[in-house]
T-cell receptor, first 113, second 113 residues
Framework: DVKVTQSSRYLVKRTGEKVFLECVQD?????MFWYRQDPGLGLRLIYF???????EKGDIPEGYSVSREKKERFSLILESASTNQTSMYLC????????????FGPGTRLTVT | AQSVTQPDIHITVSEGASLELRCNYS??????LFWYVQSPGQGLQLLLK??????LVQGIKGFEAEFKRSQSSFNLRKPSVHWSDAAEYFC???????????FGSGTKLNVKP
């Protein structure tokens, strides 16, 4: 079974802090994704990466950056956390051809106070 | 542009009753189609997928879905719902020509005893 793990299930940070969310997958998937999920808005794509050191902006990249130094690890960075970034963050991975779908981590519930 | 529509935001069914969750997509070619389930506070779990072949696909937990090209639909069904099926269900579209996946806004399923 594919396993996607996220570094924290719950995280509380203060406004202005730099926040790192880590995601690791163990199935050698080329693609990795970061979404945020908010009530009534569904899943919104922040960034995705199709290869090491490659990244593309999703639908809501503002206020976020990403890093993919190794194939199995994809990090989401909030440079200066704000209260409107309080959300559930979901990481996912997939094979390059996508036909098998995405595999999701358990999510990180981030609260910015 | 690709899009996925789940017209029902909430559905309530009685335990033991049949279930159908609707999903319509907009895409020019045959897409890859997926259904995911999300229990409260958890990540998304893949229920089933379609990318070619038989248009009726079987998934985990007794779910099935049927791809109807003429209706651009991929509805999820279960003949007899269990209380443990209460969750939020997401339909998604992907394709080998692009790395993104497109998600519907989700349908929350409530199961009455």
């Amino acid at each position: 079974d594919v396993k996607v793990t996220q570094s924290s299930r719950y995280l509380v940070k203060r406004t202005g802090e730099k926040v790192f969310l880590e995601c690791v997958q163990d199935m050698d998937h080329e693609n990795m994704f970061w979404y945020r999920q908010d009530p009534g808005l569904g899943l919104r794509l922040i960034y995705f990466s199709y290869d090491v050191k490659m990244k593309e902006k999703g639908d809501i990249p503002e206020g976020y950056s990403v890093s993919r130094e190794k194939k199995e690890r994809f990090s989401l960075i909030l440079e200066s956390a704000s209260t409107n970034q309080t959300s559930m963050y979901l990481c996912a991975s997939s094979l390059s051809a996508n036909q098998l779908g995405q595999y999701f981590g358990p999510g990180t519930r981030l609260t910015v106070t | 542009a690709q899009s996925v529509t789940q017209p029902d935001i909430h559905i309530t069914v009685s335990e033991g009753a049949s279930l159908e969750l609707r999903c319509n997509y907009s895409y020019g070619a045959t897409p890859y189609l997926f259904w995911y389930v999300q229990s409260p506070g958890q990540g998304l779990q893949l229920l089933l997928k379609y990318f070619s072949g038989d248009t009726l696909v079987q998934g985990i937990k007794g779910f099935e879905a049927e791809f109807k090209r003429s209706q651009s639909s991929f509805n999820l069904r279960k003949p007899s719902v269990h209380w443990s099926d209460a969750a939020e269900y997401f339909c998604a579209v992907g394709h080998s020509n692009f790395n993104k996946f497109y998600f519907g806004s989700g349908t929350k399923l409530n199961v009455k005893p």
